[in-house]
Antibody, heavy 119, light 107 residues
Framework: QVQLVESGGGLVKPGGSLRLSCAASGFTFSDYYMSWIRQAPGKGLEWVSYITSSGTTIYYADSVKGRFTISRDNAKNSLYLQMNSLRAEDTAVYYC????????????WGQGTLVTVSS | DIQMTQSPSTLSASVGDRVTITCRASQSISNWLAWYQQKPEKAPKLLIYKASTLESGVPSRFSGSGSGTEFTLTISSLQPDDFATYYCQQYNSYSRTFGQGTKVEIK
C-alpha cells in the first residue's frame, strides 16, 4: 500500500535551517509529482512547493520562495525540503503528498512532521 | 496568484441534514478543483477531484459540482463521521491553493 513517512521536524531558532525528508513506498515514486503542504497550529492548509516526477520543474509559494528548496532522489524514493532562514511564521506541521497525474489532486498524504521555529 | 474563498467558515448542522459548501476562485480554473476532509490531528483525505469525480471509497452522499469560478461540495445526508473541516484546492500549472476551510459542527 502507498505510504509516505515524513521525518526531520523539530525545534529550531529563527534564522536557522532544517531539512525534512519524506520516504515513499508502495508505488513507483519516479512516476509522480510530489508536493509539500503545511498547516500552522489551528490554521488551514497552505501549499508550499511541488516538484515534477523527474525533478526538472519546481514551483514554490511566494511565502517560501528563496528560502526553501524542494528536491527528490528517485533512486531512494525520497522527497526533501531544505528550509533556510526560518521564521516564526514557518511553524507548522509539514506534510508530503502525492500529486495524482491528470487530476492534480493530492491523493495520498503522510502523517506530517512538526516544525517549531522559536527562540 | 489564484485565491480560493470558501463559505461559510463554520456550519452548524444536524445528522441527516443536507449540507452545501461553496468555493469561489479569483479566476477561472476550469474544473481543476479538489475537495478534502480533515479531522483533528489527522492528514487531509481526498474526497473529490476534477470538481465532480468521487474518489474511490468515498461514500456517495458526497458530491461536487461547478466549473470556472464557482464550485460546491454537497453532503446529501450528514452522518456522525462527517463532522470535520473541509477544504477546496485549485490546480494550475505553477501552483496549488487551498481555501481557508469550512468547519462542519454538530448543531
Amino acid at each position: 500500500q502507498v505510504q509516505l513517512v515524513e521525518s526531520g521536524g523539530g525545534l529550531v531558532k529563527p534564522g536557522g535551517s532544517l531539512r525534512l525528508s519524506c520516504a515513499a513506498s508502495g508505488f513507483t515514486f519516479s512516476d509522480y509529482y510530489m508536493s509539500w503542504i503545511r498547516q500552522a497550529p489551528g490554521k488551514g492548509l497552505e501549499w508550499v512547493s511541488y516538484i515534477t516526477s523527474s525533478g526538472t520543474t519546481i514551483y514554490y509559494a511566494d511565502s517560501v520562495k528563496g528560502r526553501f528548496t524542494i528536491s527528490r532522489d528517485n533512486a531512494k524514493n525520497s522527497l526533501y525540503l531544505q528550509m533556510n532562514s526560518l521564521r516564526a511564521e514557518d511553524t507548522a506541521v509539514y506534510y508530503c503528498a502525492r500529486d495524482r497525474p491528470l487530476s492534480r489532486a493530492f491523493d495520498y498524504w503522510g502523517q506530517g512532521t512538526l516544525v517549531t521555529v522559536s527562540s | 496568484d489564484i485565491q480560493m474563498t470558501q463559505s461559510p467558515s463554520t456550519l452548524s448542522a444536524s445528522v441527516g441534514d443536507r449540507v452545501t459548501i461553496t468555493c469561489r476562485a479569483s479566476q477561472s480554473i476550469s474544473n481543476w478543483l479538489a475537495w478534502y476532509q480533515q479531522k483533528p490531528e489527522k492528514a487531509p483525505k481526498l474526497l473529490i477531484y476534477k470538481a465532480s469525480t468521487l474518489e474511490s471509497g468515498v461514500p456517495s452522499r458526497f458530491s461536487g459540482s461547478g466549473s470556472g469560478t464557482e464550485f460546491t461540495l454537497t453532503i446529501s445526508s450528514l452522518q456522525p463521521d462527517d463532522f470535520a473541516t473541509y477544504y477546496c484546492q485549485q490546480y494550475n500549472s505553477y501552483s496549488r491553493t487551498f481555501g481557508q476551510g469550512t468547519k462542519v459542527e454538530i448543531k
